[in-house]
């Protein structure tokens, strides 16, 4: 089965601190993406990576940026934390290739900023 | 401007009977169509992926039609039972690079006994 494993179910961080969300996916998927999911709105795409060191925005990129250095690993990070980036954050990854685009999302995480 | 529309509302239905969810979308091409459920606080797991030049897709209980023309699929969970209560929601591929997925807000469902 894929496993899609997200380092923290729950963090809480000040306004202003450097926030490192860590995903890992262990299928060698082409693939990763990162989302937020807030009541009302559903799930907005942050960012997303279909190769090694390739990343391209999502909707919402605004004080956000990502890192991919190894196949496995999405890292999201969140510059200068502020109170309206508090949410859930989902990590997902797919295989790749036209219509292998099923996503297997992590268990998320859930980001409070005080 | 793009939009994805599923059910505004939750839906409560009764055990047994058939469950009928909606996803419209507007000024997107998808070359497919999936759906998702979401068990609250938890990442949405896919139930199925349908293709533009399919009509119906079936499996087990679950069936989703997808209509190009009408720019619609339903989602439907035949026989349902309270198991089945959580969040639904669609996703569209528009077969670009990258497989991004573009997520309608969700339908909650609640099957009673």
């Known amino acids: 089965d894929v496993k899609v494993t997200q380092s923290s179910r729950y963090l809480v961080k000040r306004t202003g601190e450097k926030v490192f969300l860590e995903c890992v996916q262990d299928?060698?998927?082409?693939?990763m993406f990162w989302y937020r999911q807030d009541p009302g709105l559903g799930l907005r795409l942050i960012y997303f990576s279909y190769d090694v060191k390739m990343k391209e925005k999502g909707d919402i990129p605004e004080g956000y940026s990502v890192s991919r250095e190894k196949k496995e690993r999405f890292s999201l990070i969140l510059e200068s934390a502020s109170t309206n980036q508090t949410s859930m954050y989902l990590c997902a990854s797919s295989l790749g290739g036209r219509g292998n685009t099923e996503a297997f999302f992590g268990q998320g995480t859930r980001l409070t900023v005080v | 401007s793009q939009k994805i529309e599923q059910n505004s509302e939750a839906l409560n239905i009764q055990e047994g009977k058939t469950a009928t969810l909606t996803c419209n979308y507007t000024?997107?091409?998808?070359?497919?169509l999936q759906w998702y459920r979401q068990d609250p606080g938890r990442g949405p797991v896919f139930l199925l992926l349908i293709r533009e030049n399919e009509k119906e897709k079936r499996k087990e209980r679950l069936k989703v039609t997808f209509d190009t023309t009408l720019k619609q699929s339903l989602f439907h969970i035949t026989a349902s039972q309270p198991a089945d209560s959580a969040t639904y929601l669609c996703a569209l591929d528009e077969g670009n690079q990258g497989g991004k997925l573009i997520f309608g807000q969700g339908t909650e469902l609640s099957v009673k006994p």
């Open positions: 299928m060698d998927h082409e693939n």
């Open positions: 000024n997107y091409s998808p070359a497919y």
